[in-house]
């Protein structure tokens, strides 16, 4: 069977999947299962392709049919122009999250500081952040020791070695480490799905990706409310806690961050919503 003819078969196939472009997502899965280039695809469409290949390719066209992301078939996202492995284990990077690594990197005022990460999944800002600022020091926790294993094996991939990871619940992990009154930035893209809002989420989402990364509780706001509340402890005088929020959520998220925050910003992605809270100690 040829390039042409796979390609064809699997865009067909992919056309239930309301919302994507079935041509495109066919175009990577060949690319990555057989090897081919774009050129190739498009230029030699009648080359054969072996029968393994093929295979591959089919069972990949399949899964992504059922549902499964696609970042979890190829076992990667690009987040912040960087390629991070992912699986099943870790939330799958959106693109909105970059907006956590801009107010990271607008706000640091030192060539050298102290970060911590909470609820690090992939480690995609862990290692991100990293990698702009080579000087700093990282300390990203977790609570799912599966996912920090993702994120580990994401910081030696792009050889960020100034990250340190720990497994715990939110700062229960930095039990023990001296870190108290010593961050210059927390940063965090915490669970804050409801219950409610999670039954109508896509299928893609509930039946592949980690829940508990996703859905905070009833309010969907248990978890930031948790974050404002241990923050200080870690953070020194003039610090900054960086959280993404959700749609319609922004006075609630502020309205946690009362007294001994001093201050508050929100900041807007790309769509113009409000998706970013700095609160200032």
Known sequence: MTAGELLGRAVARLRIIR???PFLE??????????????EIFA?????????????????????????????????KEFWSIPMTVSPAVL???PETELLVERALALTGTAEPL??????????????????????RIIATDISRRALRVAEA?????????????GGDLFGALRGLGLEGRADLIVSNPPYVTDGEWKRLTRDVREHEPRRALVSGPTGLEMIRRLAVGGPRFLKPG????????????????????????RRETAKDLSGRPRVLAAFL
């Open 19 to 21: 919302g994507i472009d």
């Open 26 to 39: 066919a175009r990577v899965l060949l690319r990555r299962t057989a090897g081919f280039t774009d050129l």
């Open 44 to 76: 030699f469409s009648d080359r054969p392709v072996t029968a393994t290949a093929a295979r591959r390719f089919s069972r990949a066209v399949e899964e992504r049919r059922g549902r499964v992301p696609l970042a979890y078939i190829l076992r990667e």
């Open 92 to 94: 799958i990077p959106r």
């Open 115 to 136: 970060i911590i990460e909470i609820g690090t999944g992939s480690g995609c800002l862990a290692v991100a952040l990293a990698k702009e600022l080579p000087g700093a």
């Open 154 to 166: 994401n910081a030696a991939r792009h050889g960020t070695g100034n990250i340190r990871f720990v």
């Open 239 to 262: 610090g900054a806690l960086l959280l993404e929020f959700g749609a319609g959520q922004t006075a609630a998220v502020r309205g946690l961050f009362g007294s001994p925050w001093a």
